[in-house]
């Protein structure tokens, strides 16, 4: 297990955030994402940012049903979080993250 979090620190993060618009939840999500890479990830991490309003047919492929929702699908297994991803500690766990919150 142990080995399986180091492999996870040294991991290239590829994510992609779906919102709906410059709502306030959206926008929220955007900057809580944001900060979690910027503080978590740094430099090892892709995000790409898409709005559904522009782009539903990319929405509609990737299934998604809720706005915002992040999808993580680097490195394996795939994962997905709604929500304005302000839960910290659960985001970083489904990360697969093994970090200490203050």
């Known amino acids: 297990m142990k080995a399986a979090m180091t492999a996870f620190a ?15 939840r959206s926008m929220r999500a955007i900057s809580n994402t944001r900060w979690i890479c910027d503080t978590y ?6 995000l790409e940012v898409v709005d559904i309003a522009q782009h539903p047919a990319e929405a ?11 999808i993580k ?3 394996q297994p795939l994962r997905r979080f709604i929500g ?4 910290t500690e659960r985001i970083l766990l489904g990360l697969g993250l093994d970090v200490q919150l203050p």
Request: glycine share 6%; net charge positive.
């Open 73 to 75: 699908t680097l490195p």
């Open 84 to 87: 304005d991803m302000s839960q």
């Open 41 to 46: 990830l740094s430099g090892r991490y892709d």
């Open 10 to 24: 040294s991991a290239r993060y590829v994510l992609r955030l779906y919102v709906t618009g410059l709502s306030p």
């Open 60 to 70: 509609k492929d990737k299934q998604i049903v809720a706005a915002p929702t992040l």
